[in-house]
């Protein structure tokens, strides 16, 4: 009996191992591309990328912006983000979590929390603190193959 109980628990050891090792494995996901989105921006005060226009109070505003990653190993990520009608593009540096769904962005001036929700789809919200301006957003991006 007790050979038979230590050799189920080897058994479901090495089954817990193996599925273990199994996760751990995985690629993580390739983010390298051009990624196109709608951004749905709550702004108060003057930012790089939207001019105060004489508000006074906060200004909600919508605009197609773009997210290109150029350089990924493993789950690190560098790039470059900005409005997709505009010349200006801010450096963006990222991680993506050991779930492989998630993955935080940092630029200059905020940061973001995004979440992979298909192959070529993420939705990434970002939140900006400064001493003339506060603004968060969410923006549903796909890639561009």
Known sequence: MRTRTCASSLIVAGALAASGSAVAQEPYPDLKGTWIGQTHSLRQGETEHFPNMGETGPVFLEAPWTLIIDRQEGNRFTG???????????????VIRADRTTIHLVDDDGTFLGTLTGPDAME?????????SRNVSCS?????R
């Open 80 to 94: 470059t983000r900005g409005r997709t009608e505009g010349t200006r593009r801010d450096p963006v540096l990222g």
């Open 124 to 132: 990434v919200c970002r939140t900006e603190v400064t001493a003339v």
């Open 140 to 144: 549903e991006f796909a890639r561009r």
